[in-house]
């Protein structure tokens, strides 16, 4: 906790219409302030209330809000009131004119951890996507990071760079996965026309969700499905199928699908086996050298002709290969995946430190790295 001059003001819950919005007050002054503004049912000021008894009572002048005032410790106290966007506005309105200082909930949630990882991760916690990624975010938040970075400054201590090297080494490398606890893996479906992209995202996403046609050309432009593989939040990005095209939008979609492409994290690049393997499809897989190759349509039958790369097999009609290639997905993106309790970097800040301390340590400038990792 740190020292106010003036009681913050806070909406916890979030943004928008709710049943029930819960405004905090703290700081030196807030139960007067509360006491100027909020009478209670009961006639008893807030200033004699126990600790953690919610108090029925009406804030602010004629007709006033109907509110519920609990007092939390000390000079912290809630306000529990309508979650109507006028009524919160009025309460919030109210305190900052008697003096209080509005903050969001951010600031007021690292204000209130002496650890910035902690913090980090408190704030973190609630963008996370997956039950999966929470949990490790969690362990990040009882210390996992914090207990490693620890280890490594003792390593430097006693002088043995090769084992601070390599632990400060093995959270870069965590790091990789750290910046997805909260960021989805964009994930790139990528081939010719019509051979079934877009049927293959509706059915690894489960659910019908990009336009599908007979004729090559329907997807014109990207379209990005949120989804989890294995409880990893990943996005998939459907593009239009990359071929020569003379219509100037579709053109445009087939340009901002190879961009995605090379900014994606994994490519699948989907072919239609009962096509014959040609120059053109020679020329895409070459073109994408680290991607994950699907055959699509293996419901029908194989095309004569030469032997194609190996890859998934698939039917995005039938549902044929679907799980495996999701299986596959998962391990390509996060090939060895942390056990509970592993310390996980999370944040670009950590990480940029992280990796200034390994660039130090590997120079053997032992006091830099010390002093890098104390900043984490
Ligand atoms: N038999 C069979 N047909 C499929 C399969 N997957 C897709 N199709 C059909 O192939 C046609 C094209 O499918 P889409 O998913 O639109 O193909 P696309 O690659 O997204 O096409 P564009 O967006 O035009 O590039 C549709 O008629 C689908 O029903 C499959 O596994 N087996
Ligand atoms: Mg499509």
């Not at 490398?173 to 893996?185: I, K, T």
């Not at 499905?225 to 990005?237: N, Y």
């Not at 944040?347 to 200034?356: G, H, I």
Request: charged share 25%; net charge negative; hydrophobic share 45%.
């Amino acid at each position: 906790m740190t020292f106010m001059s003036s009681p913050i003001v806070v909406q916890l819950t979030p943004p928008g219409r709710g049943a029930i919005a819960v405004v905090a007050v703290d700081g030196p002054g807030a139960v007067e302030i509360l006491d100027g503004l909020f009478r209670t049912h009961s006639g008893k000021p807030l200033a004699q209330a126990a600790d953690d008894r919610p108090m029925a009572g009406v804030f602010g002048t004629e007709p006033g809000e109907e509110v519920v005032v609990r007092r939390r410790s000390g000079e912290a106290v809630e306000v529990h009131c309508h979650g109507g966007l006028a009524a919160v506005a009025r309460v919030r309105d109210a305190l900052v004119q008697r003096g209080c200082r509005e903050i969001g909930w951010r600031e007021w949630v690292a204000e209130r951890h002496d650890d910035s990882i902690t913090a980090a991760a408190r704030l973190a916690l609630a963008d996370a996507r997956t039950e999966r990624t929470a949990a490790i975010l969690l362990d990040q938040y009882h210390g996992a990071l914090r207990r490693a970075i620890g280890r490594a400054g003792e390593a430097i201590d006693q002088g043995d760079t090769a084992a601070a090297l390599s632990l400060t080494r093995a959270l870069v490398a965590r790091g990789r996965l750290g910046r997805h606890l909260v960021d989805p893996w964009r994930v790139v479906v990528a081939g010719h026309p019509n051979v079934g992209k877009s049927s293959l995202v509706n059915a690894l996403v489960g659910y019908a969700r990009a336009i599908v046609h007979p004729s090559g050309g329907t997807t014109r432009d990207l379209v990005a499905v949120e989804t989890a593989v294995e409880g990893w939040p990943v996005q998939l990005i459907d593009t239009a199928g990359l071929r020569e095209v003379d219509d100037a939008v579709e053109r445009a979609g087939v340009a901002r699908a190879r961009q995605t492409a090379t900014d994606a994290e994994l490519v699948l690049v989907v072919f239609d086996q009962s096509r014959p393997w040609g120059e053109d499809e020679s020329r895409l897989w070459r073109t994408h050298g680290d991607a994950l190759v699907v055959h699509n349509k293996s419901d029908l039958a194989s095309a004569a002709g030469p032997q194609r790369p190996p890859g998934m097999m698939t039917s995005a009609l039938r549902g044929d290969g679907i799980e495996p290639l999701l299986a596959v997905i998962a391990q390509r993106l996060v090939p060895d995946a942390p056990r509970a309790g592993d310390a996980v970097p999370f944040d670009p800040a950590q990480m940029v430190r992280l990796e200034q301390a390994t660039e130090a340590l590997s120079h053997g400038d032992l006091a830099t790295a010390r002093a890098t990792l104390a900043g984490i």
